[in-house]
């Protein structure tokens, strides 16, 4: 299965919950801050995310959308 998650920049505030519960590393904070004065979650290794929606529950904010795309092959 692979994922896709998008993080809404203005909502973060950089809590790190998010980071800490991904099991595959695919979050980080970013180095600057956003307008509201937070150093804000951003996908830094979207390759290895399996879409487990993990980061999306531990939001406080909401900030987080996540995609799963199954990618079964059909048998003949």
């Known amino acids: 299965m692979k994922g896709k998650i ?3 920049k203005q909502l973060c505030k950089g809590c790190k919950y998010c980071v800490m519960s991904c ?3 695919v979050i ?3 180095k600057q801050f ?3 004065g937070y150093f804000t979650a951003h996908p830094e290794h979207m390759g290895k995310c399996t879409g487990c929606a ?3 529950q531990m939001c406080p ?3 987080i959308e996540v995609w799963a795309e199954n990618s079964r092959k ?3």
Request: glycine share 4%.
């Open 6 to 8: 998008v993080i809404d």
């Open 74 to 76: 059909k048998k003949a």
């Open 61 to 63: 904010e909401l900030a």
């Open 34 to 36: 956003n307008k509201m």
């Open 28 to 30: 980080a904070i970013e």
């Open 54 to 56: 993990l980061c999306a």
């Open 23 to 25: 099991p595959k590393g």
